[in-house]
């Protein structure tokens, strides 16, 4: 592999590590913040109304992303994540 192939892939490696711990966080405030709210047994994303999921997005434009869906993997997230977070 020549370097600046590996670069390159590091470099794709790095900007996925960061978007899904930037992903994670977001999820892990969400859930925080909706405490008592419920989940939707469908989705199993947060059941909140409209109101409440317009100030999240407009707080933090990732949080859109899991309107409808939870955070896939997530335990998987947690065990990487949460030592570091």
Known sequence: MSGQTEIYVRKQFKNRWDLFKKEYNCWKTLNQKASGIGIDPVTRSIAATDEWWANE???????AKFRY?????????????????
Do not use: G, H, K
């Open 57 to 63: 997005i407009q707080r933090n434009e990732i949080a």
């Open 69 to 85: 869906a939870p955070l896939v993997d997530e335990q998987r997230m947690s065990f990487i994540f949460d030592a570091i977070v």
